[in-house]
């Protein structure tokens, strides 16, 4: 393969915020709205879930069907990213664990909300630096899946010395 190929290969392989599929986005919206609609009362579930399976049975949680329901809106808001700009490796792992580790909360609200946020300023701050450091010549999701990839390992080791 040469190399122009190749360039052509990557940039439909890697997930691209300065291409975004606009003919999505009030479909996407509108999915979004209507997920968090149906998914709003669940907030609370979680907080019981993250006990465990059989500490949420005994505090009456159907937990099949809500584990079911969480996954399928979880898949839902996946592939409405990945159609919109293409898959972003291990953006999921960074914002959920760093809204873990600075919020110190169990309540999923605020860890939720802290995650969008984080997730928001670290796709602004990868933006800025594609912008303005490296003009453009690198695409936003390898520097997300380099610091995510080092935030892995890190997350690896710290786990093993504990």
Do not use: W
Not at 33 to 50: A, E
Request: glycine residues 8%.
């Amino acid at each position: 393969m040469d190399p122009n190929e190749y360039d052509a290969l990557l940039g439909t392989l890697v997930a691209s915020f300065e291409n975004i599929n606009s003919s999505l986005i009030l479909i996407s919206i509108g999915l979004l709205i209507i997920l968090t609609i149906f998914l709003r009362k669940d907030l609370q579930l979680l907080d019981v879930i993250s006990l465990g399976r059989n500490q949420a049975i005994n505090l009456g949680v159907d937990y099949n069907k809500s584990i079911r329901r969480l996954l399928m809106g979880v898949t839902i808001c996946i592939s409405i990213s990945t159609a919109m700009v293409g898959p972003v490796t291990f953006l999921g792992l960074i914002v959920a664990n760093l809204s873990r580790e600075f919020l110190k909360t169990y309540k999923h609200k605020f860890i939720i909300t802290g995650a969008a946020l984080f997730g928001m300023l670290f796709l602004v701050g990868g933006q800025f630096i594609v912008e303005h450091i490296f003009t453009y010549s690198v695409p936003v999701s390898v520097f997300i899946s380099v610091s995510g990839g080092i935030y892995f390992l890190y997350l690896l080791i710290k786990q093993r010395s504990v």
